[in-house]
């Protein structure tokens, strides 16, 4: 059965922030992973994942300015400088909390500027930070985005992000696969997973419910046949649940329930 990780960003906001370890580990998850850790010491949160026995799955590097609408700067020129900042700043906490992944925003592309500039920018501080992160052992990885959720993202398209891991070269740079957003921009989810997961190149796993976001099991997606085929192709990595619960995130988790409990049957 695939491992799921908790996306405490969405998930359990019924509770403050350092509280939604705990509500996590009581339903049964064994991993975390949320957009950002940087409002919080590193001590604060490793404190909060050995008392309730979970590993950190997955994390954001800095995005620059989220509040002022900023998504990422990995792919924007003339942020090199700020780009590498975040990335040493991240592969910190990414120790101190034993992430062994990070992911790199590309970022909203830019008025006035091409998206070759912007192409060549990537890649260069894709190359910066998987050489910096190698040591450690820590991936990072880039994620494709739906262009109606986040309009003029520069990664849309499950074969760029691919196209993009493979130009580098890197070994420890991988693609993070939300089956909410190719769902929506690409669809064929079964054929994706049979032609990428094979490849090696996909390093994490995302999940929620399509059109709206909310709980797996709900709207257009098969869950049960995605999660067989998971199974069938051996992904041993984490699944994300990064939706919003339609009620109270406990009181949705019967997917999960029933999953568990029926093994796909």
């Known amino acids: 059965m695939p491992r799921f990780a908790a996306n405490l960003s ?6 403050d922030f350092l509280d939604r370890f705990a509500a996590a580990s009581a339903d049964g998850f064994e991993a975390v992973e949320y957009l950002f850790p940087y409002a919080y010491g590193t001590g604060e949160l490793r404190a909060r994942l050995d008392e309730h026995s979970l ?8 995005p620059g300015d989220w ?6 700067i990995a792919a924007l020129p003339g942020r090199e400088s700020e780009v590498r900042e975040g990335v040493d700043r991240a592969l910190e906490y990414a120790a101190a909390l034993g992430s062994p992944r990070v992911h790199m925003m590309a970022g909203l592309v830019p008025e006035g500027v091409s998206r070759e500039e912007c ?10 930070a998987a050489e910096q992160a190698a040591p450690a052992g820590i991936d990072i990885l880039v994620e494709p985005i739906n262009t109606r959720d986040m309009p003029g993202y520069f990664l849309n398209h499950q074969a760029d992000a691919h196209a993009v891991v493979r130009e580098v070269g890197a070994p420890n740079l991988k693609v993070q696969l939300d089956l909410y957003h190719c769902q929506i921009v690409e669809g064929d989810l079964t054929a994706a997973l049979r032609r990428d997961l094979p490849t090696g190149r996909v390093g994490h796993l995302q999940i929620a419910g399509v059109p709206d976001r909310h709980e797996p099991d ?16 051996g ?3 984490w699944i994300g649940c ?14 999960l ?9």
């Open 10 to 15: 969405m998930l359990y906001r019924e509770h």
């Open 55 to 62: 590993r950190q799955a997955l994390f954001n590097a800095p």
């Open 67 to 72: 509040d002022g609408g900023e998504r990422g």
């Open 119 to 128: 192409r060549d920018t990537y890649l260069s501080n894709l190359a910066y």
């Open 218 to 233: 709900a709207g257009e997606l098969n869950l049960r046949h995605l999660l067989l085929v998971i199974d069938e192709l």
């Open 235 to 237: 992904f041993d990595g």
């Open 242 to 255: 990064e939706y919003h619960p339609r009620a109270g995130t406990s009181e949705g988790l019967g997917w």
């Open 257 to 265: 329930k029933n999953m568990r409990g029926e093994q796909y049957s």
